[in-house]
């Protein structure tokens, strides 16, 4: 298939957008792998897009966020 490498799209900032964490079928995180019970928020609740946010910055944005 030819032309198939993503071509960089001008006046996108990728620096502060993160691939977006989501939960396996197993209950495994797709971005550091580890339990979704492991995923402990700022809030106290269990989500892996506010676990990472939290490390990654509160400015942090996920891809489907944008
Ligand atoms: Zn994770």
Not at 2 to 26: F, Q
Request: glycine letters at 10%.
């Amino acid at each position: 298939m030819a032309g198939s490498d993503d071509v960089p799209g001008k006046g996108i900032e990728y620096e502060m957008l993160h691939p977006a964490p989501d939960v396996t079928a197993l209950g495994y995180c797709t971005l550091c792998q580890q339990p979704e019970e492991d995923h402990i928020g700022p809030d106290g609740s269990v989500s892996v897009r506010e676990f990472h946010r939290s490390f990654l910055g509160s400015h942090t944005r996920f891809i489907d966020e944008a």
